[in-house]
């Protein structure tokens, strides 16, 4: 892992049955080295519990683990550092 971190801030877009949408944010700071994904999993393990993603393989071969990275849709978030 790189001595440098990133700042990085996650929108994270919630709506729970009827109602009204809005975005929970996720302050952290990362290694420029890691993944999307790995940013949205510390989000689950040590902020918000309540998080709820699709994820499968990790091979970006089923798009299950999708999401808009910068506006921008994503698939392999493996390649898509934050």
Do not use: I
Request: proline share 4%; net charge negative.
């Amino acid at each position: 892992m790189s001595e440098t971190k990133w700042n990085v801030t996650l929108l994270v877009y919630r709506q729970k049955g009827a109602q009204s949408p809005h975005y929970d944010t996720f302050k952290l700071e990362v290694d420029p080295d890691e993944y999307v994904l790995d940013a949205v999993e510390r989000v689950w393990a040590f902020h918000d519990r309540s998080l709820t993603f699709a994820h499968a393989c990790h091979h970006s071969t089923c798009g299950a683990c999708g999401m808009r990275v910068n506006g921008v849709e994503k698939t392999d978030l493996h390649c898509a550092h934050p």
